[in-house]
Nanobody, 116 residues
Framework: QVQLVESGGGLVQAGGSLRLSCVVS?????MGWYRQAPGKQRELVAS???????NYADSVKGRFIISRDNAKNTVYLQMNSLRPQDTAVYYC?????????????WGRGTQVTVSS
């Protein structure tokens, strides 16, 4: 069983920065962050594999950085140059198993609010 505990959300002004953290228990091959704004579908923000390969949504490229500390089983999302449209609940995600067949695990979510 994989468990995820997120931290680091909050309220910030446009142009500011926040860092999200997620501690993951259990073995995973990919970790990442998704977000869901009111009235919208959950969308991928960024993901990172065990060997450090990253993937970003176009809307956050150049502003957000995902990283992981395998020794601490922790994934981070550094969010810079935040915009009001980044406001959403951010969910930590972990994939366990193999890329061809896996289970998704989710954190409870942390609110990020960017004021204009």
């Amino acid at each position: 069983q994989v468990q995820l505990v997120e931290s680091g959300g909050g309220l910030v002004q446009a142009g500011g920065s926040l860092r999200l953290s997620c501690v993951v228990s259990g073995s995973t091959f990919s970790m990442g962050w998704y977000r869901q704004a009111p009235g919208k579908q959950r969308e991928l923000v960024a993901s990172i594999s065990t060997d450090g390969i990253t993937n970003y949504a176009d809307s956050v490229k150049g502003r957000f950085i995902i990283s992981r500390d395998n020794a601490k089983n922790t994934v981070y999302l550094q969010m810079n140059s935040l915009r009001p449209q980044d406001t959403a609940v951010y969910y930590c995600n972990a994939k366990a198993g193999r890329p061809s067949i896996y289970n998704n695990y989710w954190g409870r979510g942390t609110q990020v609010t960017v004021s204009s």
